[in-house]
């Protein structure tokens, strides 16, 4: 009776059904609790109010009043000192989204959150009905529900902490996914303007415009950013204007360039896995129980290492773009490297693991997944989940964390991608 529901449809449709269950009820059930979307809720309520959209006018407030480091205890301090902690900077996005979540400030934080919560889980179903049709990524997959069983199994942690924070990358994967799969180069154009205005690192798809010679969609991208990004100065134009300079000043030039941003335990890019590795203080809490940093070096010499090790990273996709047939290929690398190279990339930010799990297996599930010759991409996609709490413990969970395991196990899929992608040169999966 297994082997005879392992071959059915029904059979893969109900453990689809399942999963996404799961997934719908776990987001409803965490709508109450703290997450990454009260972040985007408080400042789309500060358009309302006027105050500074990344209150770093409190940083600046709190700078004017302390002459001396006792003053940080004074009473007239201690609101300052929890706006630093718990407001400044925990909204680093470009206005637009803020912007466009202005309506949902008009419902409670629980059920705001709720509905944000429910588009995510759409988007999520939006990326599954693409991948439904596999001959759209040049893939052919048989029993295709129970595939996308074993992609979603494979994410689960990824969309777990994705679902517990209430994040924005689902949403960015649909609308990436949309825009390189529309024929319409005016549609695809708007759609990643959109992504990237939202959050920038979509910006990198760009790349497979350019790939494929698709120069309206190019234009299209172009014309529709600055459409996207002047879209809220309808509602107010000096606060846009204003809240634009200082992301762009502030977030983009200044806080997302230093390796320090946020180099805590949980964060698993390049730039926090070398800060923890190597500057003192970038994690105090957690360093000193893992006996960091090895070496101490400059955050100069770190920026260098980083520079370095990305270059080596990004060299070889100039030869893939000179290949054909490789625009998925090169869609996975791209996915990859906006996690891996990112300034913050927590574990839900490895949910972009979706697209390159999907078509490393689609690959070679005619083979045969489980073959001796995939034990090594078998590991790599094991690794995350068996390093999970439920798994490893608590203990040795924050252990591999510290270590960045999630940055390691996602730059062995972008090696293996890219060996591949060159092993073939110009052969297609058709």
């Known amino acids: 009776m297994w082997k005879h529901l392992q071959k059915s449809t029904v059979g893969g449709r109900i453990l689809l059904g399942i999963f996404l269950v799961i997934f719908l009820i776990n987001g409803f059930s965490k709508s ?41 205890f004074l009473p007239e301090n201690a609101n300052l000192l929890s706006d630093l902690q718990n407001q400044t900077a925990t909204y680093i996005y470009p206005p637009l989204l803020s912007f466009l979540l202005i309506p949902l400030t008009s419902l409670s934080e629980p059920s705001a959150a709720g509905l944000f919560g429910l588009i995510n889980f759409l988007a999520l179903c939006g990326i599954l009905y693409l991948f439904l049709k596999p001959k759209r990524f040049e893939l052919n997959i048989p029993n295709i529900e129970w595939f996308l069983c074993l992609v979603l199994f494979l994410n689960y942690r990824y969309i777990e902490s994705h679902i517990q924070n209430n994040q924005v990358g689902i949403l960015l994967i649909l609308l990436v996914l949309l825009s390189l799969t529309i024929k319409n180069d005016f549609i695809a154009g708007l759609i990643l303007a959109l992504a990237t205005s939202i959050k920038i690192t979509p910006l990198v798809f760009i790349v497979v415009f350019v790939y494929e010679k698709r120069w309206k969609a190019l234009a299209s991208f172009f014309i529709s950013m600055i459409l996207w990004n002047t879209l809220p100065m309808v509602y107010n134009a000096d606060y846009t204007i204003a809240m634009s300079k200082l992301w762009v000043e502030e977030v983009l030039g200044n806080a997302l360039s230093n390796p320090l941003l946020r180099s805590w335990k949980n964060n698993q890019s390049l730039p926090s896995t070398l800060a923890k590795y190597f500057v003192s203080g970038a994690d105090f809490v957690n360093q000193p129980m893992y006996g960091m940093p090895f070496f101490t070096l400059t ?32 869609t996975s690398l791209l996915f990859l490297a906006s996690a891996l190279f990112s300034g913050i990339s927590w574990i839900h930010s490895f949910v ?23 034990a090594f991409l078998l590991l790599v996609l094991a690794l995350p989940l068996i390093t999970h709490r439920v798994f490893a413990g608590k203990i040795l969970e924050n252990t591999f964390l510290m270590f960045s395991i999630l940055f390691y196990t996602g730059a062995s899929l972008y090696l293996i991608i890219l060996k591949e992608t060159i092993k073939k040169p110009n052969e297609s999966r058709n």
């Not at 997450?35 to 789309?44: G, I, Q, T, V």
């Not at 100039?318 to 290929?329: A, C, Q």
């Not at 972009?352 to 045969?368: N, T």
């Open 32 to 72: 109450g609790q703290k997450s990454d979307f009260l972040d985007y809720y408080h400042a789309s309520e500060r358009w309302k109010s006027g105050e500074n959209l990344y209150k770093f006018d409190v940083a600046y407030e709190l700078q004017n009043s302390i002459k001396k480091w006792e003053d940080l």
């Open 299 to 330: 955050l100069q010499t770190v920026k260098y290492i980083q520079l370095f090790i990305t270059f080596l990273f990004g060299l070889p996709v100039l030869y893939v773009l000179t290949l054909k047939n490789k625009k998925w290929e090169l």
């Open 352 to 374: 972009i693991c979706l697209f390159p799990i999907y078509l490393l297996l689609g690959e070679r599930q005619q083979g045969g997944i489980f073959k001796k010759e995939n």
